[in-house]
């Protein structure tokens, strides 16, 4: 599994995104590490930036996302009520990174609370045990146990499985091409 990504400027990806957010001289699309299409997008209305944008990262989220059930077919026991409830959502940023960083786009894969306890209810008859960090009034959300690692009742650390890390990891690079040829053929559009 690929450990830190130094993104296109080799200083990690938020500043990539601070130094597109820059060049993009006031307009919000920029894409950084490839400079012909960086300066063709800052000639296009945002909103037709945004809307292919949208559209190629959703395409590359459905291909992460296969990727993440495979791993946790692989990995886990049947844990079928994970796998089941993933799926790519839109990504709303936060006031706050709104604040930091400008709007942005993108998407989240993962399964949703409500979805996933309905998935394991309807699978074990049950929900899952109570998480011991909210006192026994919300049940334990084992994606996350998943993804980062747990330790059990008895003190025992066990190993996180990282199905979405390990699915974006080893995609990361048919993801970025695809969404460079989406841009590249973006602006051949509009060029006609």
Do not use: C
């Not at 209305?45 to 395409?59: E, G, H, V, W």
């Not at 077919?73 to 006031?95: F, H, I, N």
């Not at 960083?101 to 409500?114: L, N, S, T």
């Amino acid at each position: 599994m690929a450990k830190w990504n130094p993104g296109a400027l080799g200083r990690g990806l938020a500043y990539d995104a601070e130094i597109a957010r820059r060049r993009s001289g006031g307009r919000k699309a920029a894409l950084t590490g490839v400079e012909e299409i960086d300066k063709k997008l800052r000639e296009l209305p945002t909103k037709t930036i945004n809307k292919m944008a949208r559209k190629s990262l959703k395409q590359s989220g459905k291909l992460v996302l296969g990727k993440t059930k495979q791993i946790i077919e692989q990995e886990t026991d049947g844990e079928g009520a994970y796998a089941e409830s993933m799926k790519v959502q839109a990504w709303r940023p936060s006031k706050k990174q709104k604040a930091k960083f400008g709007d942005q786009i993108g998407v989240a894969i993962m399964p949703p609370r409500k979805v996933y306890f309905a998935k394991y209810e309807e699978k074990y008859g049950k929900l899952p045990n109570p998480s011991p960090k909210y006192n026994a009034s919300q049940p334990f959300y084992v994606p996350a146990a998943l993804e980062f690692g747990w330790t059990d009742r008895s003190g025992n650390y066990h190993e996180p499985i990282a199905p979405q890390r390990k699915a974006l990891y080893d995609s990361q690079s048919q993801v970025i091409a695809n969404f460079q040829q989406d841009m590249r053929e973006l602006i051949k559009e509009t060029a006609q």
